[in-house]
């Protein structure tokens, strides 16, 4: 017997085998191609962080031509998109706090009347500053566009306004987080992240790994209904859950001082409907895979998009339509708006509703699923 | 039969895939019947039983278990009947008597802790009730394995393979305790590939390649394969095992401690073709008994014939 230190007929016994093992892991096989391409794709196409075509709300009382040239020219710079004209500022406020615009751009009646009369006019322009990113670039480019329209505007109508004081005055409201101080806009997104990774990972794990030990087969034979047993792996990862809301909160406050100023409550309902959603896609996962290992990755392969779509590392504004589309169809996403609305915005629960009530569509639909998945048979 | 049958299942078909795991298997097991279930590996008892308990659906064939619907009354069937399967399935991050709570729990047996401790009690599981499962040796994990099958009181006990990796004495007195319980009124179901476990059944049934190829008592199986068997004793086996091979009427040569087990179906045949070899210096050849081994030897090399 060769007792050679290396042997290049051992190594190749070790690679066949190794590849005859990744190619029966089917799963294994298709994530390592799968993780790359999303990556690049979701990395390449989807994120921006110079956000453009921001939502914007415009509230105005008169429609003369000065209110016309400060709106077109701010569609010009790319990074306002006019999607509503609000009836009042309430109005504007609440599109706002639900998230549907970014800014709210309002003229007030007196405009024409102050530049007609050549006294400094105004506009004032708030900017959802809860994401201090996806708004600053937006809000830079305000003052210079706004005054160049406006003079083009006074140049046709041959009125000379050179001087300083009676140029456009633009008043920006950083609102939410008017220091731009980023943690703001972390640590309840993080909230949703923390959640997300450990919640669907461990109940992922929970099923798979009774399969795994070879108990499903006593348990299945014993008289359990489908019902009870995911009820009994989802329950105790519930209470998981809620040390972990308890730890980030109490973190976010003391630590970094994160403001909270809606309703702890409501917070604390749309928690529980989020992680159950969690934990019954957890379950989800456990039921389509054979070993744990398949479980986890499956877990990472939902957790990668949820991270990079769902607003949380990147302005959700600044994505492409095709990516935001994808983005509502992640639990994280609305469960961001809710956490960031609740804590920083103050939203209430009308203005909560359409983002919880899709987080409890999540919550029937992975039940379900997962209920039809589940056999109580070993079939 | 004038007992009521616990097990009455017709033309049982289980596909994976394009295999045939059991093809039409018939199977009826009187109540307090202990049945034996043989096969060699793979060929579809595991299958079968799991059929039985309500773990797999049938493709085909129908049948009751404890005068339920094998097909509709799967819930009523686990809730009395027994099933220790093959690989150890418990929670091996759980005590035993942990364990125990957990199943009587699920059969709902109340009180939890009367159940468990009298289970504990007659398996002789009391002093190492607070010990993890995980760290039990092979005997006392079939213990632990059978004590939380019976604990709900089956009518029917269901053991793939319950001793395997199991020492003598500890399979003895699982055996005893099989007796013991079926003495009671339990039907068991056991399978095996040891023919001392066989014969300690009362009836046993064969499976090969999903084929019910026997079934009787230990006698009428033996009986009705039509063997003769002869030992031949003396000097320098080797050589007359090698002499024999491929000689008209001999179809099994196997060696038995000292002697030599010849075996074939025509006896006529065998006795002539053995003449010749009692001639030799220092060997005598005397007719013996069929064992159940010859036997089912004989039905494994009948079937992997079918198979080619």
Known sequence: MKTAIFSLARLRALLAKEFIQMRRDRITFAMMLAVPLLQLVLFGYAINNDPKALPAALVVTSNDHYTRAMVSALETTGYYRFVTVAASAAEAESLMARGDVSFVVTIPSDFRRRVDSGQKPRILVEADASDPAAASNAIGTLATVASQALLREQGMQAVAAETADNQLQVIVHRRYNPEGISQYNIVPGLLGVILQMTMVMMTAMALTREIERGTMENLLAMPASPTEIMLGKVLPYLVVGAVQVVVVLTAAKLLFSVPFVGSLWLLMGAILVFVMALVLLGYTISTMARTQMQAMQLTFFFFLPSILLSGFMFPYRGMPEWAQTLGEILPLTHFLRVTRGIMLKGADLPEMAPEIAALTIFVFAFAALALLRFRRTLD | ?308
Request: hydrophobic fraction near 40%; include cysteine.
């Open chain 2, 1 to 308: 039969m004038p007992q009521n049958l616990a097990i009455s299942v017709h033309n049982l078909v289980k596909r994976f895939g394009d295999k045939t795991v059991v093809d039409h298997v018939s199977m009826e097991v009187a109540e307090g019947e202990i049945v034996g279930f043989l096969g060699p590996n793979g060929s579809g008892k595991t299958t079968t039983i799991r059929m039985v308990c309500g773990l797999l659906t049938p493709d085909e064939g129908e049948g009751s278990v404890l005068g339920y619907d094998l097909r509709t009354e799967a819930l009523k069937i686990k809730r009395e009947v027994g099933y220790m399967t093959q690989k150890f399935s418990f929670y091996e991050d759980l005590t035993i008597a942990e364990n125990l709570e957990f199943v009587a729990r699920l059969y709902q047996l109340r009180p939890v802790n009367k159940h468990v401790d009298r289970t504990l009690e007659e398996l002789g599981l009391a002093t190492r009730r607070n010990q993890l499962a995980g760290t039990l040796s092979g005997g006392w994990k079939q213990r632990l394995a059978l004590a939380a099958c019976i604990m709900h009181n089956p009518k029917l006990l269901l053991l793939d393979e319950p001793t395997a990796g199991v020492d003598p004495k500890a399979r003895r007195e699982f055996w005893d305790e099989i007796h013991r319980l079926a003495h009671g009124g339990l039907t068991v179901l056991v399978s095996t590939h040891y023919m001392d476990e066989a014969e300690r059944c009362h009836r046993i049934s064969y499976i090969s390649y999903g084929k019910m190829l026997a079934s009787g008592t230990v006698q009428e199986v033996v009986a009705n394969a039509g063997l003769a068997t002869f030992v031949i004793e003396g000097e320098r086996l080797d050589e007359v095992a090698t002499l024999l091979e491929g000689k008209p009427g001999v179809e099994q040569i196997a060696p038995f401690g000292a002697t030599l087990h010849v075996v074939g179906s025509d006896a006529e045949l065998l006795r002539r073709t053995l003449e010749g070899v009692g001639k030799r210096e220092g060997v005598t050849v005397m007719p013996g008994e069929t064992s159940l081994e010859d036997v089912f030897i004989k039905f494994m090399a009948g079937s992997r014939d079918n198979m080619q």
